[in-house]
């Protein structure tokens, strides 16, 4: 996958391929990433780039021109690619975005600043994503987290093949609980089914606890989900269970 990112600051986005599973993605070949400076395509001599809105207000506005030029040279660099602006008015970025974006042989991120970017060149843009109903300084953030999280779904950027599809919200659910050594730790061990070696036991058991988180802390995500009956069963287990055990 190629991946450009239009912004006003590329020494900072370009941080995200230098460490972590971007960076194993880019070693492994299947990630590239170009960080293309907006104030390139300014026509002012200070590489000026926005200016103040009509209409009147605060703030100030990127203009057009220059972020239409650097779309334009970032397609010409990577080809067919998805345009994504990173905004607080965009579609919330989930997992299932992640996923249909992983598929895609290009991205290109243009990452806002000031009031945003004239409404003008949105045109070119395919659709707008964000991290939530908040608002930082700018999209690159919201940028590099993008792509840390489309590359976890590269081939070969993981060191397990499942490690992706097992990640929360890949099946609508929460992650189940993880354990590692020691088996007893200041008194608390370890469940016995994660050592018992039977593996059709610890399936069930993970499915559950998945479930089980997702009803106690996003209750929100199962209303959108169709249980089967296994489903359905083992989560009025986990409830019973944790009725009985003074849980919620």
Request: proline share 7%.
């Amino acid at each position: 996958m190629k991946i450009e990112i239009l912004t006003l600051f590329p020494e900072l986005v370009e941080q995200v391929v230098r460490f972590g599973i971007p960076r194993k993605a880019v070693e492994a070949g299947v990630l590239t990433l170009s960080a293309r400076d907006i104030r390139d395509y300014s026509p002012d001599r200070d590489r000026r780039i926005d200016d103040r809105p009509y209409g009147g207000g605060p703030g100030m506005v990127m203009e057009a021109e220059p972020l239409s030029q650097a779309i334009d040279a970032a397609k010409a660099a990577i080809g067919p690619a998805t345009v994504i602006a990173l905004s607080p008015q965009g579609e919330p970025l989930t997992q299932d975005w992640v996923r249909r974006l992983a598929r895609e042989p290009g991205l290109i991120l243009l990452c806002g600043r000031y009031e945003g970017p004239d409404e003008r060149v949105m045109e070119a843009v395919d659709v707008e994503l964000s991290l939530g109903d908040f608002v930082l300084s700018g999209g690159e953030l919201p940028a590099m987290a993008l792509v840390d999280a489309v590359s976890r779904w590269l081939p070969g950027a993981l060191g397990h093949e499942q490690s992706a599809p097992n990640d929360s919200f890949a099946a609508g659910l929460l992650d189940h609980p993880h354990y590692t050594r020691p088996e007893h730790w200041r008194g608390a061990a370890v469940p016995e089914v994660l050592l018992s070696g039977d593996h059709a036991k610890v399936a069930r058991w993970r499915l559950k606890q998945a479930l089980g988180a997702t009803w106690l802390k996003r209750p929100d995500l199962l209303a959108g989900l169709e249980l089967n009956e296994e489903q359905t069963r083992l989560l009025r287990e986990f409830i019973a269970e944790a009725s009985v055990n003074g849980g919620t």
